[in-house]
């Protein structure tokens, strides 16, 4: 069933889906180069479920866009963990933070062309390497602020940086506060026992 959702057609721009979370961004440059790289997001991170085994990720995130809800999920919780005092981050980091928790599982199939049906473990430097090429010299923000949104990308599995199959490492770990707060964001939106309500709206206060 789910591979009919691979290639379906969406009724709606992208941007739209994110369209509660991107209002969290204060600042319009920052917004607007989220808005341009959602946008290129492949068709499929909008369709399919967050976990391609359903072993991993909350049920309400098992079915047709589940990865959406994921990824929303993990933003609200962000958002919410801003309201703690000890992170310090100024308020353009944390605009940084929250898109980088919109797009680091962006490509988690891999490139479209390729078809694949299944997480691939290289998908956060995939994601990276993908906005980096077609938007690092955006007309929205400097490119420090890309490469601070792709180091945070590129870091997001956390411990996990092991190819399952072959052993082999992929990735790296997390070092600075800023890419450990993004894992946080993603490792609780990823557990079984916590539900999102997205009928609750987000209070700014």
């Known amino acids: ?10 009724t709606m721009k992208k941007i739209e889906k994110f369209k509660e979370e991107l209002e969290l961004i204060k600042n ?3 917004r607007k180069f989220a808005e341009s790289a959602i946008e290129i997001m492949p068709d499929y991170f909008f369709v399919i479920p967050a976990s391609s085994t359903g072993k991993y990720h909350p049920a309400y995130t098992t079915g047709k866009e589940g990865l959406l809800k994921h990824t929303r999920a993990a933003v609200r919780i962000a958002y919410e963990l801003f309201r703690l005092d000890w992170w310090k981050f100024t308020d353009d980091e944390m605009d940084a933070i929250l898109v980088s928790i919109m797009l680091h599982d962006g490509w988690k ?7 694949l049906k ?9 994601a990276s390497k993908m906005i980096d090429e077609k938007l690092g010299d955006n007309t929205f923000i400097d490119y420090p602020i890309v ?14 940086i092991h190819d ?11 070092e600075t506060k800023f890419q450990k707060f993004v894992h ?15 009928n609750v709206k987000l209070s700014k206060e």
């Open 28 to 30: 319009e440059k920052i």
């Open 147 to 160: 490469s601070f949104i792709c180091s945070n990308i590129e870091t997001h599995t956390g411990q996990w």
């Open 1 to 10: 069933m789910r591979r009919r959702w691979i290639g379906e057609k969406l």
């Open 109 to 115: 199939n891999g490139l479209p062309e390729n078809n």
């Open 184 to 198: 946080l964001a993603d490792y609780l939106a990823s557990r079984k026992c916590l539900i999102m309500d997205f």
């Open 118 to 126: 299944f997480t691939q473990t290289d998908h956060p430097l995939v």
């Open 164 to 174: 399952s199959r072959t052993k082999r490492k992929v990735l790296e770990k997390p």
